[in-house]
């Protein structure tokens, strides 16, 4: 509790020096930051961006995660693929998420789609390496030991693949769930009418510069609440399950 | 019940194995002796179907497989009762199987173990552990690789005891390596010694 307010107290510091450095229309002060927070906060408009956002965002970690999930253990399994699509996988991980958006807004236009496929395939790289590696170094004799007692498939990813890579996993997990609401807003404000990258777009147009503000609060906040309630207690887990896999 | 014919085998560049033929019927006992690098466990391995020769046909009768590997791999995450639910998924129908597991637990002295994950159990028990999935499963083929290291005397006629009692119920097949002769005498296992050759490995019965 200390750190939070030490930390809100530094950044209203350097805020309202900026303010007051620049004018109140060019960094409007927090105080009037957060009256017109409050107002938006109010209408059922801001709830439905932040809604959006949020199922982009999650919507496209689900079917990464499915992705991931599907061909990083097919990968694992099989060193020859591992090699083969090595430098694929690198050259995917190398292109940046605003190639993307641009590709994505000729190709589908404007709307969800194009938020939804840029997190994917910004974020579908890295989690297919982290399975992939986390597969590969399983240890090759329990696939053996399954395969001479004949151990049926589904018992196979349940009791051997899926917890051989957990930890490996939540930390892939955490690093996309960090990543996927930022990616998310970028798209959205180049490529989207709705959503909080759209709005921080619109605010940005007519100078809006309290609800820009007001918006930059509401993005940190969610990015903040997706840290501290989901990252960090992932990566805990991932940690403990380093530890006592080891 | 299972035949290797002239089987071959190089691992990374080595040649381990060269035209090595060994047969067994169904109830034999064949304990494999020899010095250690000549591929003895490599041959366990082509029998058990986890290597495959490079040259030469490895053949094996209908039935389940029991193997306990010399350094038994088990599921790190998982306790000892839900490793052997694991190895036992395919042979016994999951109504019985608990029950079973435990039996086999008990008869290798580690009913106390069953909540524990092998990192919290000593070299003898994780061997004990895979012995007795081996031995649960109710193999047609049994194939161990020093079973009886790690293991006290006490173990050590325990488990000699318990194949030997399989052998005789169910005729199951053993092909086992070992360089303890002690434990055998209850066995009364063929004693194979495979000897390093010109021409690869003699086998002298």
């Known amino acids: 509790m200390i750190a939070f307010g030490f930390s809100a107290a530094v950044l209203a510091t350097i805020w309202t020096l900026l303010t007051l450095l620049y004018g109140a ?15 938006m906060v109010r209408e059922p408009a801001m709830w439905g961006h932040v809604a959006i956002t949020l199922f982009r965002g999650l919507f496209a970690v689900a079917l990464t995660l499915v992705m991931a999930l599907v061909t990083g253990l097919a990968a694992g399994l099989s060193h020859r693929t591992m090699s083969l699509i090595s430098p694929l996988v690198a050259a995917l991980q190398a292109t940046p998420p605003i190639l993307w958006v641009t590709l994505l807004m000729v190709w589908v236009g404007t709307g969800s789609a194009v938020p939804v496929l840029v997190v994917i395939a910004s974020l579908y790289p890295p989690l297919f390496l982290n399975v992939a590696q986390g597969t590969a170094a399983l240890d090759h004799r329990l696939f053996a030991m399954a395969r001479v007692y004949r151990v049926p498939p589904l018992r196979v990813l349940k009791d051997l693949l899926l917890p051989g890579i957990h930890s490996h996993l939540l930390g892939g997990l955490s690093h996309v769930l960090a990543s996927c609401w930022k990616v998310t807003a970028v798209a959205e404000f180049l490529a989207s009418g709705q959503g909080i990258g759209a709005r921080i777009y619109w605010a940005y147009r007519m100078l809006e510069m309290e609800q820009l503000f007001a918006w930059a609060v509401v993005l940190v906040s969610i990015g903040m609440c997706i840290e501290f309630g989901l990252i960090r207690p992932l990566r805990r887990a991932a940690e403990a399950g380093r530890a006592t896999s080891a | 019940m299972l035949e290797l014919r002239r089987v071959s085998k190089s691992i990374r560049g080595r040649p381990v194995l060269r035209d090595l033929t060994l047969r067994l019927a169904k109830g034999d006992m064949v304990c494999l002796t020899g010095p250690s690098g000549i591929g003895k466990t490599t041959l366990l391995e082509i029998a058990a179907g986890i290597r495959a020769p490079d040259i030469g046909t490895c053949v094996r009768g209908p039935g389940r497989i029991g193997c306990a590997l010399q350094d038994a791999p088990l599921l790190p995450w998982r306790t000892a009762l839900e490793n052997m639910d694991f190895m036992l998924a395919a042979a016994v129908p999951s109504a019985t199987r608990s029950e079973l597991a435990r039996t086999w637990l008990e008869n290798l002295g580690l009913a106390d173990a069953a ?13 004990r552990l895979a012995i007795a999935a081996a031995l649960a499963v109710g193999p047609d083929l049994l194939l161990l690789d020093e079973p009886f290291s790690f293991l006290d005397d006490h173990w050590q006629r325990v488990v000699a005891q318990l194949v030997h009692r399989l052998n005789q119920s169910r005729g199951t097949t053993v092909l086992m390596v070992s360089h303890q002769f002690e434990p055998l005498r209850h066995l009364g296992a063929a004693m194979v010694a495979m ?6 490995v003699t086998l002298y019965t």
């Open chain 2, 115 to 127: 909540a524990y994950k092998p990192h919290a159990m000593s070299g003898g028990m994780r061997r």
């Open chain 2, 195 to 200: 000897d390093p050759s010109p021409d690869g």
């Open chain 1, 25 to 39: 229309h060019l960094v409007p002060s927090p105080l009037a930051t957060l009256g017109c927070l409050v107002g």
